[in-house]
């Protein structure tokens, strides 16, 4: 079946850096898009940038100038770059992919990963 596991997740100073990776697995021919979600604590869970397989980004407002989505298309791998790390960024981050297809076919809901944590201090 269809995995999505990330990584890199931790511990940061404030204004320091971390990279997210996400490897979905599981027989997959192609992914339309990919992307990062958060989610803090007493939150809604929202996007924080997401990437299609033509490689158009989209960005949440708070991160766009700091953090950059990248895809590997060929190893079926997303990243997210987080660069200035601010308190407020704090939260699990998940992995997802929507419009997969493998050989039993097209499938247009969501994958998520299990979620990393990311967590900034003073």
């Known amino acids: 079946q269809v995995q999505l596991v990330e990584s890199g997740g931790g511990l940061v100073q404030a204004g320091g850096s971390l990279r997210l990776s996400c490897l979905a697995s599981g027989g997959i021919f192609s992914i339309n898009v990919m992307g990062w979600y958060r989610q803090a604590p007493g939150k809604q869970r929202e996007l924080v940038a997401g990437?299609?397989?033509?490689?158009?980004?989209n960005y949440a407002n708070a991160v766009k100038v700091r953090f950059t989505i990248s895809r590997d298309i060929a190893r079926n791998t997303v990243y997210l770059e987080m660069n200035s790390l601010q308190p407020e960024d704090p939260a699990v981050y998940y992995c997802?992919?929507?419009?997969?297809?493998?050989?039993?076919?097209?499938?247009?809901?969501?994958?998520w990963g299990q979620g990393t944590q990311v967590t900034v201090s003073s």
């Open positions: 997802n992919a929507r419009g997969v297809t493998t050989a039993a076919g097209f499938r247009g809901s969501d994958y």
């Open positions: 990437i299609t397989s033509a490689l158009n980004t």
